[in-house]
């Protein structure tokens, strides 16, 4: 089917960047909207940014201005440019894909939703 690897997370201190990447693979028939969740210690899972394919954005108030979502079709990739971190962005970041797979030829079933595996972001000084 389709998967979604992760990568780029790691900690820096606050005020700092870092650039999330998310490449899917498999047997993708199409991608449509892409996008980035985070989930904290106990707190729910939410939306941090989304990209449909067409490259229209929408970002969680929280991260405007500083967090910045952008996708490479041809690559099946989608990143997000973190900028001016704070302490408070400190999660796990979740990759999400609405794609399709190739199934049986030319037959496809989707769209599906699918996570990566997660990537550990941690700001501190």
């Known amino acids: 089917q389709v998967q979604l690897v992760e990568s780029g997370g790691g900690l820096v201190q606050p005020g700092g960047s870092l650039r999330l990447s998310c490449a899917a693979s498999?047997?993708?028939?199409?991608?449509?909207?892409m996008g980035w969740y985070r989930q904290a210690p106990g707190k729910q899972r939410e939306l941090v940014a989304a990209i449909t394919a067409g490259g229209i954005t929408n970002y969680a108030d929280s991260v405007k201005g500083r967090f910045t979502i952008s996708r490479d079709n041809a690559k099946n990739t989608v990143y997000l440019q973190m900028n001016s971190l704070k302490p408070e962005d400190a999660a796990v970041y979740y990759c999400?894909?609405?794609?399709?797979?190739?199934?049986?030829?030319?037959?496809?079933?989707?769209?599906?939703?699918?996570w990566g595996q997660g990537t550990q972001v941690t700001v501190a000084s």
């Open positions: 999400n894909a609405d794609a399709a797979y190739l199934y049986s030829g030319s037959s496809y079933s989707g769209p599906h939703d699918y």
């Open positions: 498999g047997s993708i028939f199409s991608i449509h909207a």
